[in-house]
Nanobody, 116 residues
């Protein structure tokens, strides 16, 4: 079973940047598509960005042009570079991947708060 650990969140002012990291256990990370999700209280978890095993990417329209998903297979890590952050980006961010982009148990997530 793959285990996921997210990190890199924090408090940032509007217009600022953060880079999130998600490290996965296991030695077949490079074979799997990965994704970042986010969730605010009392709402469904929403898909933010995806990256395939061959580095093709997709983005939710609200983050396209501001967020960049990438992966480093040697480190079993997927990243989310977030620029031009807005208050509406405030959420707990999670990663997952594999089948249906949510094959494994969820990690603890990392809180991102965008506020002045």
């Amino acid at each position: 079973q793959v285990q996921l650990v997210e990190s890199g969140g924090g408090l940032v002012q509007p217009g600022g940047s953060l880079r999130l990291s998600c490290t996965a256990s296991g030695n077949t990370f490079s074979d799997y598509p990965m994704a970042w999700y986010r969730q605010v209280p009392e709402s469904q978890r929403e898909l933010v960005a995806t990256i395939t095993a061959t580095n093709a990417t997709t983005y939710q329209p609200s983050v396209k042009g501001r967020f960049t998903i990438s992966r480093d297979n040697a480190k079993n890590t997927v990243y989310l570079q977030m620029n031009s952050l807005k208050p509406e980006d405030t959420a707990v961010y999670y990663c997952n991947g594999g089948r249906f982009l949510r094959e494994w148990g969820w990690g603890q997530g990392t809180q991102v708060t965008v506020s002045s």
